[in-house]
């Protein structure tokens, strides 16, 4: 039992735990420090609705924002308590099987697994790029679960594989968390009405709304259904709706697209002068707004990252990964120019 608690533990680890107050923060892939200006001030000037409940009209609202945004039907939309939310959902689905690709973010098969679902891992390999191949899932698996672009990998699959992954009876999640911190929004099934198929994403990264919890899934109504039977009554607060409504309306996709040509710029050269630092080996190519190194002795490197005030992501918690693997969040140039420092003096 303990140590079926401690694997538990480890897989609901989260950047937040590293990134203590006092240190800079590589450890969370949150982009901003805050909402921007003109986001805090539509949530401020929504404080006043407070004292009722959220209507099916806010919903539909939000729903349709959503979908606008998508190109897809209102009916297609469920807004989400953060994406996380929709992984504790899938357990409604009922599935025999479900395959979990990994390395990846742990709280879909937390949820699953406290769910008593059988899972089985589909292990990536390094040695691949992390690629994924659609053989490797079960043939039984009634539930597929993988991320697109993944945490922490930075890998970007192909939509084709990923609607490969789809058949009769199979349900597929793929996890968009950080699908609009990539320019264009390359390889995204948002926009795609399949059956089976049920895309989440998130508003929380880019926007720096960690403390809100704002997400959505996009699927057929059928299926949208299904996992939202049990929820509570008003499971999305106001201020959440009106999150979701400013933060998919044109000016703002607009300057996501605009920041996420930026972060991938920030990336590149991130990534290039991290390669430079004896040691470390940056997984390429990357596509998130976070990059995977495989650093010898990361337990080492990552306290002594601490030691000197900056905190970076263990990786060791991601099934398949050991504890030389760091994950870091892509920041401008200026502010990853004290992490190069000291990982250069950690190691040379």
Excluded at 168 to 182: L, Y
Excluded at 191 to 211: E, I
Excluded at 218 to 225: D, F, I, M, Q, T
Excluded at 262 to 274: D, Q
Aim: glycine share 8%; with cysteine.
């Amino acid at each position: 039992m303990t140590s079926q608690l401690s694997r538990r533990a480890l897989l609901r680890h989260h950047g937040d735990v590293d990134a203590t107050p006092g240190l800079a923060d590589f450890a969370v892939n949150v982009r901003l420090d805050r909402p921007p200006g003109w986001l805090s001030d539509r949530l401020a000037a929504a404080l006043g609705r407070l004292g009722r409940y959220p209507s099916a009209a806010d919903d539909a609202v939000a729903r349709e924002a959503v979908a606008d945004r998508h190109d897809r039907h209102a009916d297609h939309v469920l807004i989400l308590n953060g994406a996380a939310e929709g992984f504790t959902l899938l357990p409604l689905l009922k599935p025999r099987l479900a395959a979990v690709v990994h390395p990846s973010f742990t709280e879909p098969e937390v949820a699953l697994a406290d769910a008593g679902v059988p899972i089985r891992r589909v292990q990536l390999d390094p040695e691949d790029g992390f690629r994924l191949r659609p053989e490797l899932v079960p043939d039984e698996a009634d539930l597929v679960v993988v991320g697109n672009p993944t945490n922490p990998t930075s890998v970007l699959h192909p939509a084709r594989a990923l609607v490969e992954l789809a058949k009769p009876g199979r349900t597929v999640v793929v996890d968009e968390a950080f699908m609009d911190s990539v320019p264009g929004e390359a390889e995204s099934l948002a926009c795609v009405d399949l059956p089976g198929l049920l895309v989440f994403r998130s508003l929380t990264k880019t926007w720096a709304l960690p403390g809100l919890r704002v997400g959505y899934a996009v699927g057929r109504p059928a299926l949208l259904a299904r996992i939202a039977a049990y929820r509570p009554q008003w499971p999305v607060g106001t201020l959440a709706l009106e999150a979701v409504l400013a933060c998919s309306g044109p000016a703002a996709v607009a300057e996501a697209r605009s920041a996420a040509v930026e972060t991938c710029a920030h990336r590149v050269s991130f990534g290039a002068a991290l390669a430079e630092v004896p040691g470390v080996h940056v997984y390429q190519p990357a596509y998130a707004p976070f990059l995977l190194l495989r650093v010898p002795g990361g337990d080492r490197v990552r306290g002594a990252l601490r030691d000197r005030g900056i905190a970076v992501r263990r990786g060791d918690t991601f099934p398949g990964l050991d504890s030389d693997y760091l994950r870091v969040a892509v920041r401008s140039p200026e502010r990853t120019a004290p992490l190069l420092t000291a990982m250069r003096e950690v190691l040379t």
